[in-house]
Every structure is written in structure tokens, then in C-alpha cells.
């Protein structure tokens, strides 16, 4: 003490003190403890309430959870290993998880929605990522026909078919160009239904009579489980963005004839629930179709999901739009921008960027409402859960179930929303 | 994926269109090559699929039959998978070509949704189960009693009107599946749980100390359960109709699965040989061939050993046949003469 107190002068210190460590009040887990848990009376209160409940879950299903039998037969044999204990049997899981997962997809071709899935990750990654070499995007535009070959096989040349429509109408786009730029709007739009209407049919048929080539086909009714709500909710996300971005444009459009159609359709939609939207598909629609057409049961669902999801999406996006000040609008038209080339260079990066935790909230409420199908009798992992529990084997088993139903589900919608906030952090532009 | 599939669709639709109509059931099933079978989303031993995505059952078993009686192949049939509020829309719109899914043959499902029954499969009824440990023995002391009760059912109605009659009063707690049922009413959410008897001793039987619960005595409706085609084609009705009294007729004359190919080649018996195709001429009337109900019964046996191999003695949930064993027997099945 006292070389360090070298008094000189009677009153003053000029030597620093040694650092001496924090009271044990002040640092660490304590000082976190007491200002966060035990900082007042009611603060105290609460926490002590709050450990309590948390201590009651724990002692709930702890045990269940730690005793639970992977290896059984029949929820009868997980009953007679616990031999009366409480546990969980997750031997259903073993026993079953490839029907959650496929559905009645052929087991020996499970490799085929694997490599898709697989593959959607590698096309969606120059979308998702720009850092990424842009010609990847020349496969992102193959891969819906792709996965659509790889995940209902028959012949290849109806993909191929349906893609060539889009080549016929990019050729009349630019053919028609030199004549006058309506005219190639209107050639770009009718060419390609003209190919798939007239001139598809017959391609399919042709080339597969010459050259059949194909993979095994595997008829809609054998889809089910987490893969039905893969494609739905996948095909449905990436429908809708696009479509509601041009509802949106068109809500706000000057047209009178675009801008209440747009309105209407909106409107209609958002006013009805998915369910009766689901039941349409499912049950109305075949009261209006010929005797004896089947029309898949699947693609009627996308195209009723897709329809409610882009209603919202279109709704999101005008958040969006009207979020941005008028002067950007200005600024476009200043430049001497047409309305297409203001929209992608200026309004469209600013919206959509202000608008993506709507965008992304809506794309996981879609993925979530997949699981509505159950109730039109398509085999979802919901479905399945009860197809399953209706075996004789499994009947009477409940949580296991749905908690690995919860996982599955838990794992994509959290994806998606660590993906948004990068998405965020990496497009900020303000230096708040 | 998407475009294309409609693009597809689209012209097949177009094309159908064009030649699709007026076609009789009959005719639709045969050019598709397959039938198209409603079914239960999932009930024990009556309709589910199996760990290979085969569907099994009581009810699907009827459908194998009919498969067979057409097409000579069993699992000529795609199972359609229907809810109860879903069963009736599917139908009458035509979706399926037969609903073989524990359905209640009801005046107003008859007449007024425009169905035709083709007889009756199981003869069923409603039950109620307690746990044991309430005392209760009879279904005359659940006065004031919750109830868990599975909506848009027969029986959801069969409960109102039983208590409103004994002059007692309950208090319903909805459920929507049989699963949900079992979970609130070993969890407590409810005092009573009621359905068919046969649904009971099933849920019962899956339970970890089934002798806790009770399943009382009263049977408080009459639930005949069968398989139901649309009005409109008398042709399919008689087909599926008498699929159903083929496999019936069959346990009668003691025809059965193995013993069939050899008595299809004739016999001494009239009416076996009337119903196998060996004389008579059945098969050709209903648009078939004579050997349709040699190979339905072929192909899933009898209704007794239907009944035994998906829900009675050989499966795990063993039901007694009860009003479902034969009329010789004491039950209630019986088939019309092949004559």
C-alpha cells in the first residue's frame, strides 16, 4: 500500500490505483441477473412465476421426452418396452417417416423429389444471392420444367413442349418488334397460347412416338406428405410474387379497365378464406367440367393458392409502392424513362426492398397453409398423420406425430425468415 | 412445373370435352382402366394405408371387389381419400364412380342428396364410452354429462335427439376426427366419448389400459353402413349392388376364396353355379362376364372372411360379427336370390 500511496504532497494522489476487480454485484452472470430477472419486487415476482412454469413443462415432458422407444413395431411393443412408464414413442417416425416425407411416392424412386428439391436450392441460388455468376439464371428458367419432369416423369416432351411456348413467343416478340412495339406485345402474348393450344398436343405426341424418352410416371394421387406441401407451397410462392407485383402495378395503373379488374380480383379474394377457396378447387369445379375429365387435383390446388397468395402479395407490394415518395416517380419520369424501364430501374429494387418482411411473412403464411388440403382429402403430412394412426399398428399415437410434423415445418418457415433479415441487413441503405 | 401441367391439362380437358359425354359409369371406368373409390381419409380397419401406401380395410376390401369383378386385378382401383363433409359433394359431382366409406344409409342422403345405397356392409350403431372409475352404468345416468362428439356425423344428431328424449341434457365438446376425440377424451376435456360401437371397441382396444373405459350397453341408433353410387346409372348401381350380394351370397353357399376356382369349374348347386358364371348368364346382364363374382370373391373372399381378415377375428381389432354374421346365424346379412 504504501508505495503506491507515496504521499509528496499531503492532499494529492499522483500515482494510479491498480485495477481492482468489479464488486461481485457488477459483473457477469450476477449483474445480469439482477438487472434483467430480480430488478424490482414485481420483476422478482414474475420471474420466480415464470422459472416455476418452466420448471412444470420441463418435469412434464422431460421424462416423456428421455424415455422415449425408437425401435418398435406397433405402439402395443413401445407400450410393453416402457412397461408402464410414460415415454414417448417415436418408433412411429422410424417406421413411417418416408409416408410423412413422400407420401405413396414408389420408394425406389425417391431420389427423383430428392435431386429436385436438391436442385431448387442450386436454382434458386443466383436469385438469392447475387454474389453468384449470373448464368446460373439460365438454369433457374429450367428448373420448373425440370422438377416438373423429375417429379411426375412420363414423356419428356411435354415440358419441353410447354417450354418451347415461351421460345415462340420470345421470337414473336422480337420478329414482330421491327413492325411496331403493340403488335410484338400482343404476338408475344398470343403465339405461345396458340402453340400450347394447337401445335403442343401434337408435338408431345410426335416425339414421343420417335424418340421416347422419359421417366417412370408417377400419377398425382401417389403425392403426399411433406412433399405435397413442398410443391404447393414452392410452385405457389414463386407464381405469386410475380403476379402480385403486376396486380399492384395494375391497382395503381391509370387505365380504367386494367385498374378495376386488378381491384375486383384483389378484393374478391381477400374476401374469401382459403377454405372455400380450397373447396372449389377440389369439389365445385368438376360440377362445371365435362363427364369424366380429371382435372389433377394438385395443379387445381396451385392455381387456387397461387391466386389467394398473389391477391396478398399484390396488397404487400402496394404497401410498398405507396411507401415510396412521390420524387422518385418524378425522377424517373425526369429521366426520360419509359414505364417499364422506371418501374425495374427505380421504383420496383426501392419497393420490393421495403417491402420484404411483408413479402416473406406472406410467403410463409402460404407454406403454412398448405396444410389446409387436409381437409379436401389430400394426404399433406396432416393427412397422413391420420391415415397413419388408422392403422392398427399405430392407432391411438398423437404428439409424436405432430411433433415431428411441427419440426419439419419449423425448419423451412425459420430458413425463410433468417434469409430476410440477411436480406434486409444486406440492402440497407440508409445510415441509421 | 406449373405452366406445363396446365398446358397439358388444358388440351386433355379440351379433348375430353369433345368426347366425353353420356358415357354410362360402366363405360368411363373401363376406358380409364381403373376404378375410382372413395374412401375414408383414414379408420381403423375399415380404410387406411398401409406402411407401403396400399390401402387396406373393411370398406376398401369392397372396392378390390367390385376392381375385381371388372377388371380381373383387385388394385385396379385408386382410392380417393374423403372427408365426412367432403364424402357427398365428391360423389355427385362425379369425382369417384362409388363411395365405399362407413356411410349411413339415411332418408335424406337417399333421396333428397339423390344417392343410391347398394345395400348394407356393416350394420353399426351408437355407443358411448366412459372410463370406469365414473360408475356410470348406463347411458340413462349421463345426465349433465360433456360429451366429445365428431361433427357433420349421424351421430352428432343421434346424441341430440337421445338425450332431448330421455329428457336429459349434455354439453357437446366438437371434435373433428376420431383422433382428436380420443385425445380430449383421455385427456379429460370430456366425460363421455360416443360414436359407432364398432369405432369404440377400436379406440378402446388402442388405449394403454383399455379395461379403464367402459363402452355401456345402450345402443341408441341404427347405423347401416353401405357402400353408395350416384342417382342416374341403374347399370353401375346393380353392379356394385350385387358385388355386395355376391360376397354375401358366397359366405352362404359356403363359397370362399380357396375352394372358389374349384367350384367355378361347376357343381352340383344351382345357385352356385348361378352366381360363378357357370350357368344362367348373370355376368353378360350386368355388362360384365360370367366370371365377374367368381373373381371378386377370389380376389377378397367372402364377406365372412372379409369381415374376419380387415375387422374381426384375424385382425387385431377383432370385432364379433353380432347383427353382421349371417341371417342363418342369427345376424341380420342376407342376400338376395341369384336367380
Redesign the interface.
Not at chain 1, 289 to 293: E, V
Given at each position: 500500500m504504501s508505495d503506491t500511496h507515496s504521499n509528496t504532497v499531503a492532499y494529492v494522489r499522483d500515482t494510479m490505483l491498480p485495477q481492482t476487480e468489479p464488486p461481485l454485484t457488477e459483473k457477469g452472470a450476477l449483474k445480469w441477473l439482477r438487472e434483467n430477472l430480480f430488478s424490482g419486487w414485481l420483476n422478482t415476482g414474475l420471474t420466480l412465476i415464470a422459472l416455476f412454469i418452466i420448471w412444470q413443462a420441463l418435469m412434464a415432458v422431460g421424462p416423456w421426452l428421455l424415455n422415449s422407444v425408437w425401435n418398435a413395431g406397433s405402439?402395443r411393443e413401445c407400450?410393453d418396452i416402457l412397461d408402464g412408464a410414460t415415454g414417448a414413442c417415436f418408433a412411429v417416425i422410424v417406421?413411417?417417416w418416408h409416408?410423412l416425407l413422400f407420401?405413396?411416392y414408389p420408394?425406389h424412386l425417391y431420389w427423383r423429389p430428392v435431386l429436385a428439391l436438391v436442385l431448387l436450392f442450386v436454382a434458386l441460388s443466383p436469385v438469392l444471392f447475387p454474389s453468384l455468376p449470373r448464368r446460373l439464371l439460365t438454369f433457374t428458367a429450367i428448373y420448373?420444367?425440370l422438377?416438373?419432369h423429375l417429379?411426375?416423369g412420363g414423356s419428356v416432351w411435354?415440358?419441353i413442349?410447354?417450354?418451347l411456348?415461351f421460345v415462340v413467343g420470345a421470337l414473336a416478340y422480337i420478329g414482330l418488334k421491327r413492325v411496331n412495339n403493340l403488335l410484338a406485345v400482343f404476338g408475344a402474348v398470343l403465339a405461345p397460347v396458340l402453340w400450347?393450344?394447337v401445335l403442343?398436343?401434337p408435338f408431345?405426341s410426335t416425339m414421343s412416338a420417335v424418340l421416347p424418352w422419359g421417366l417412370e410416371f408417377v400419377?398425382s394421387?401417389?403425392f403426399g406428405g411433406f412433399l405435397i406441401s413442398l410443391?404447393i407451397g414452392i410452385?405457389g410462392i414463386s407464381?405469386s410474387l410475380p403476379l402480385g407485383i403486376l396486380l399492384a402495378l395494375g391497382r395503381q395503373s391509370d387505365m380504367i379497365f386494367i385498374k378495376s379488374v386488378c381491384v375486383v380480383f384483389i378484393e374478391f379474394i381477400r374476401g374469401v378464406p382459403l377454405i372455400t377457396l380450397l373447396?372449389t378447387a377440389?369439389?365445385?369445379l368438376?360440377?362445371f367440367?365435362?363427364?369424366?375429365?380429371s382435372?389433377?387435383l394438385i395443379?387445381r390446388v396451385?392455381?387456387m393458392v397461387?391466386l389467394f397468395a398473389s391477391a396478398y402479395m399484390a396488397e404487400v407490394v402496394r404497401g410498398g409502392l405507396a411507401a415510396l415518395p412521390k420524387g422518385q416517380y418524378e425522377a424517373a419520369d425526369a429521366l426520360g424513362l419509359d414505364y417499364w424501364k422506371a418501374q425495374r430501374l427505380i421504383i420496383m429494387p426501392q419497393a420490393l426492398k421495403i417491402s420484404i418482411p411483408g413479402i416473406v411473412n406472406t410467403f410463409i403464411g402460404l407454406f403454412k397453409d398448405t396444410t389446409l388440403v387436409?381437409?379436401?382429402?389430400?394426404?399433406d403430412p396432416i393427412?397422413l398423420?391420420?391415415?397413419?394412426?388408422?392403422?392398427?399398428d399405430w392407432?391411438?399415437i398423437?404428439w409424436e406425430l405432430f411433433i415431428f410434423i411441427g419440426l419439419l415445418f419449423f425448419i423451412f418457415c425459420f430458413g425463410m425468415s433468417r434469409y430476410s433479415l440477411y436480406l434486409e441487413r444486406k440492402l440497407k441503405r440508409d445510415h441509421r | 412445373m406449373k405452366k406445363t401441367v396446365f398446358v397439358g391439362t388444358f388440351a386433355a380437358t379440351a379433348l375430353v370435352a369433345g368426347l366425353a359425354n353420356a358415357q354410362s359409369t360402366l363405360e368411363q371406368v373401363i376406358d380409364r382402366g381403373e376404378l375410382i373409390c372413395g374412401s375414408n381419409t383414414g379408420q381403423v380397419g375399415f380404410g387406411a394405408p398401409d406402411a407401403d401406401g396400399v390401402w387396406q380395410g373393411f370398406d376398401v376390401g369392397f372396392c378390390r371387389a367390385v376392381a375385381a369383378a371388372i377388371f380381373d386385378d383387385p388394385m385396379a382401383v385408386s382410392f380417393v381419400p374423403l372427408t365426412s363433409q367432403t364424402r357427398f359433394s365428391a360423389l355427385a359431382s362425379g369425382e369417384v364412380d362409388v363411395l365405399s366409406r362407413n356411410t349411413t344409409w339415411t332418408f335424406v342422403r337417399d333421396v333428397d342428396l339423390q344417392f343410391n345405397f347398394a345395400g348394407i356392409n356393416y350394420y353399426d350403431g351408437q355407443g358411448f364410452m366412459v372410463k370406469s372409475d365414473l360408475g356410470v352404468g348406463s347411458a340413462m345416468e349421463l345426465d349433465g354429462a360433456t360429451v366429445c362428439i365428431e361433427t357433420g356425423t349421424t351421430t352428432e344428431l343421434n346424441l341430440a335427439d337421445f338425450f332431448r328424449v330421455n329428457g336429459m341434457s349434455y354439453e357437446p365438446v366438437p371434435v373433428d376426427t376420431a383422433a382428436e376425440a380420443q385425445q380430449q377424451y383421455l385427456a379429460g376435456a370430456c366425460d363421455v366419448y360416443t360414436t359407432d360401437v364398432s369405432a369404440l371397441a377400436s379406440s378402446r382396444a388402442s388405449f394403454a389400459t383399455p379395461s379403464d373405459h367402459t363402452i355401456l350397453p345402450e345402443v341408441v341408433s341404427k347405423e347401416p353402413l353401405g357402400p353408395a353410387v350416384r342417382h342416374g346409372d341403374d347399370n353401375w348401381y346393380d353392379i356394385i349392388k350385387w358385388t355386395l350380394m355376391a360376397l354375401v351370397a358366397a359366405e352362404e353357399l359356403g363359397v370362399t376364396s380357396e375352394n372358389v376356382a374349384e367350384l367355378a369349374e361347376g357343381s352340383d348347386v344351382p345357385e352356385i353355379n348361378r352366381l360363378l358364371g357357370v350357368e344362367g348368364g348373370f355376368g353378360a346382364m350386368l355388362g360384365l362376364d360370367n366370371e365377374w363374382a367368381a373373381r371378386a370373391i377370389a380376389a377378397v373372399g367372402n364377406y365372412g372372411e372379409l369381415f374376419a381378415n380387415t375387422i374381426g377375428d384375424n385382425s387385431p381389432i377383432g370385432l364379433e360379427r353380432g347383427m353382421n354374421a349371417l341371417f342363418a346365424d342369427g345376424g341380420m346379412m342376407y342376400a338376395m336370390p341369384f336367380r
Open positions: 405402439l407400450r417406421d413411417r409416408q407420401g405413396f420408394r420448373p420444367f422438377a416438373y417429379l411426375w411435354l415440358p413442349g410447354a417450354a411456348g400450347w393450344l403442343a398436343g408431345d400419377r394421387d401417389r410443391v410452385s407464381l373447396f377440389s369439389l365445385l368438376n360440377f367440367l365435362p363427364p369424366g375429365t382435372f389433377d395443379l396451385i392455381i397461387t387436409v381437409f379436401i382429402g389430400l394426404l393427412g398423420s391420420n391415415a397413419i394412426r388408422a392403422s392398427t392407432n391411438g398423437y | -
